[in-house]
């Protein structure tokens, strides 16, 4: 099946400091890629869809200066929480899909992100 | 606004017996729906889908239902079995593809 691997799985870094994240489609060529976030015991969030060589799309209330995403192939997507601060703790979540509407999303294993 | 619920915060069954969880949402424009299952500290995994066309998919011990109408659908899961275990998500998408979950499910089938 196909298969999307995220990079970092864990992160514990000072309060100031920058995080890449980066979310790979290993199998297949994803022509979009999400970014969600997901809070202890409640649901996955979107945060922002990005396509393939252009800008994001951010959910309302996503602070695009934030969180950077950049999605420069159809395999590499990347997310950057910049100066983070102790409320942007978060486990983190990438996807991608191939192809048209009805295909399922692929998930990465996520990455729990503690700012200290 | 929660356009997709899963009211039933846990669910446990007898192993070899049948799991039902449930999922509604309130959204028409809607067209595909999902269900994934997760374990602590990973991803979603994908298990199961069906387009708004259909109101039955099947895959082997998993058989997705979808009630327009009532806007429900359900993951039916038989027989259940321990390794099951986990937390079960519904989403569904509009034609933009993007998903919306519910809160999930966790389910817990004992031997």
């Known amino acids: 099946g196909a298969v999307v691997s995220q990079h970092p799985s864990r992160v514990i870094c000072k309060s100031g400091t920058s995080v890449k994240i980066e979310c790979r489609s290993l199998d297949f060529q994803a022509t979009t890629m999400f970014w969600y976030r997901q809070f202890p015991k409640q649901s996955l969030m979107l945060m922002a869809t990005?396509?393939?060589?252009?800008?994001?799309?951010?959910e309302q209330g996503v602070e695009k200066d934030k969180f950077l995403i950049n999605h420069a192939s159809l395999t590499l997507s990347t997310l950057t929480v910049t100066s983070a601060h102790p409320e942007d703790s978060s486990f983190y979540i990438c996807?991608?899909?191939?192809?048209?509407?009805?295909?399922?999303?692929?998930f990465g294993d996520g990455t729990r992100l503690s700012i200290l | 606004d929660q356009q997709v619920k899963q009211n039933s915060p846990s669910l446990s069954v007898q192993e070899g017996r049948i799991s039902i969880l449930n999922c509604d949402y309130t959204?028409?424009?809607?067209?595909?729906f999902l269900w994934y299952k997760k374990y602590p500290a990973e991803g979603p995994t994908f298990l199961i889908s069906?387009?708004?066309?259909?109101d039955k998919n099947e895959d082997g011990r998993f058989t997705v239902f979808l009630n327009k109408s009532a806007k429900h659908l359900s993951l039916h899961i038989v027989p259940s079995q321990p390794g099951d275990s986990a937390v079960y998500f519904c989403?569904?998408?509009?034609?933009?593809?993007?998903?919306?979950f519910g809160q999930g499910t966790e389910l817990s089938v004992k031997p």
């Open positions: 989403a569904a998408s509009d034609q933009g593809g993007k998903l919306i």
């Open positions: 990005s396509n393939e060589g252009s800008k994001a799309t951010y």
């Open positions: 959204n028409s424009m809607f067209d595909y």
């Open positions: 996807s991608a899909k191939a192809g048209s509407s009805n295909q399922p999303q692929h």
């Open positions: 069906i387009s708004s066309i259909k």
